[in-house]
């Protein structure tokens, strides 16, 4: 078959099983498993395409209409302009996530710093920063050993090694150096409101990494409790949080003896990153 109509039958399939992103899924799939940019299909959607690679086109298509996420399927997800290998131990990469980024790398550039992650999952955080800070080193702790060999590998693939260091800790156990910035994208999800979600993450997203308890703020409370002994003089505590936990979240900072110095909202005009500092820092 030509190139243009197996994309344009697997687009329908993804389309027919309800998948609003079917054509771009199409593509991408297609581009990863041929090797190639979705320009290249676009310019070429005349050739045929192999039959091998028809195989494996058909098998990842049926992966994707049972709502498996398609950065799991090529095991990849693009994110600030590089590509992070992720798998079913590390959450997708959201582009949200890089509003906190935009913002820390404005604070601390050309500076030597040293940064705590907490909940590294693929290690995307870290690793953002210490390509956009070249003076910058970190350490990325997470519950979950394959995450960390995940991130390790990131590191790796980034020439980033050298700088960044990954452990398997529970944060409530860490008690490792001292840190300019300590960031956070921690569960925020509700217990309850986990059924509400997607399949493709109830399904196919390590849910250690969504569950955030009962408010969903457990983890963002360890988070603001264990920075307190982490965090050097005049160092920032960035957090990314769920919609509508602004209140609650800062509440527990204030406690806590922080003080805000930033919020980040996203494109929906809600706060999803907290910047703060302890009172008599800045």
Not at 161 to 167: C, L, N, T, Y
Not at 250 to 259: E, M, V
């Amino acid at each position: 078959m030509i190139l243009e109509n197996t994309i344009k039958q697997a687009s329908r399939l993804l389309k027919n099983h309800n998948i609003a992103s079917h054509r771009l899924d199409a593509e991408i799939i297609l581009s990863e498993i041929m090797g190639v940019t979705r320009e290249y299909l676009m310019i070429n959607n005349y050739i045929n395409v192999p039959i091998k690679i028809s195989e494996k086109y058909n098998h990842a298509i049926k992966r994707r209409i049972k709502r498996e996420p398609v950065a799991y399927i090529i095991g990849k997800k693009e994110f600030w302009s590089q590509n992070f290998t992720i798998n079913q131990a590390t959450l997708v990469p959201r582009p949200e996530t890089e509003l906190l980024i935009y913002k820390l790398i404005n604070f601390f550039k050309n500076k030597r710093i040293n940064i705590l992650d907490i909940g590294t999952g693929s290690g995307c955080i870290l690793l953002a920063i210490l390509k956009e800070i070249n003076f910058a080193r970190g350490i990325g702790i997470d519950i979950s050993s394959k995450a960390i060999k995940t991130a390790k590998a990131n590191s790796v693939k980034l020439n980033l090694s050298h700088r960044a260091k990954f452990k398997t800790f529970d944060v409530s156990k860490f008690n490792e150096g001292k840190y300019d910035l300590i960031v956070s994208n921690p569960p925020y999800i509700p217990s309850k409101d986990i059924k509400n979600l997607s399949k493709d993450i109830i399904n196919y997203e390590p849910l250690i990494a969504i569950n955030g308890g009962l408010d969903g703020l457990d983890l963002i409370k360890k988070v603001i409790y264990k920075s307190n002994d982490l965090l050097k003089r005049n160092g920032l505590l960035a957090i990314e949080i769920g919609c509508n936990q602004y209140r609650k979240a800062l509440s527990i900072l204030i406690q806590h003896g922080y003080r805000e110095i930033h919020k980040e909202y996203d494109n929906c005009r809600n706060v999803r990153c907290i910047i703060s500092t302890k009172v008599g820092f800045l």
